[in-house]
Nanobody
Framework: QVQLVESGGGLVQAGGSLRLSCAAS?????????????MGWFRQGPGKEREFVAA????????DYDDSVKGRFTISRDNAKNAVYLQMNSLKPEDTAVYYC??????????????????WGQGTQVTVSS
């Protein structure tokens, strides 16, 4: 079982930046475990369904982004620290949402399919004011 805890959300003006962090842990969790997980960020805005934001491969060499955040957001990971990050720049009011960190254990990764992610954090609120 993997526990995921997000942090770094908050209120920011349009054009500003935030950096979200996701810390992974568990009873027998280690950096080896972390390196076996495909990780992703999803978000759910007010009155909207949860949507894909970004994902990163186990080693960090492959990243994938939704078109709405490409060029503004950067996903990264530090397996030694059991952490995943989402750097968000040039934020827009439409980025307002609860952001969720997710982990995927299946062998063949599916970066954009939320149903392929096994473990989820509780989310962190990001609010962008105009």
């Amino acid at each position: 079982q993997v526990q995921l805890v997000e942090s770094g959300g908050g209120l920011v003006q349009a054009g500003g930046s935030l950096r979200l962090s996701c810390a992974a842990s568990g009873r027998t969790f280690s950096s080896l475990t972390m390196s076996s997980l495909t990780m992703g960020w999803f978000r759910q805005g007010p009155g909207k369904e949860r949507e894909f934001v970004a994902a990163i491969s186990r080693s960090g060499d492959i990243t994938d982004y939704d078109d709405s955040v490409k060029g503004r957001f950067t996903i990264s990971r530090d397996n030694a620290k059991n952490a995943v990050y989402l750097q968000m720049n040039s934020l827009k009011p439409e980025d307002t949402a609860v952001y969720y960190c997710a982990a995927q254990t299946i062998l063949v990764p599916s970066y954009r399919n939320e149903y392929k992610f096994d473990q989820w954090g509780q989310g962190t609120q990001v609010t962008v004011s105009s």
